[in-house]
């Protein structure tokens, strides 16, 4: 969770000081009034689905290691 969540949070929901935001998260009370008057909302970066590199191998190192698991531990 981000920075300006938990301030918020911990503003908001908890009806906290100032001070004892300060307190808690180790910030000066100069910054976290900054932060709760600023009003910005955290951006949320999304990561695109892609497939792997290995997706297109994954059916034969299956294969690979059900072979390589029933081997004696001397012969692997």
Do not use: C, V, Y
């Amino acid at each position: 969770m981000g920075l300006l969540n938990i301030i918020r949070r911990m503003s908001l929901r908890e009806k906290l000081s100032i001070r004892e935001i300060s307190r808690r998260t180790g910030l000066s009370r100069n910054t976290i009034t900054k932060h709760l008057n600023a009003g910005t909302i955290e951006p949320q970066f999304t990561t695109p689905d892609r497939q792997s590199k290995l997706d297109l191998f994954a059916d034969k190192l299956a294969g690979w290691l059900k072979t390589e698991a029933g081997k004696s531990r001397k012969q692997r």
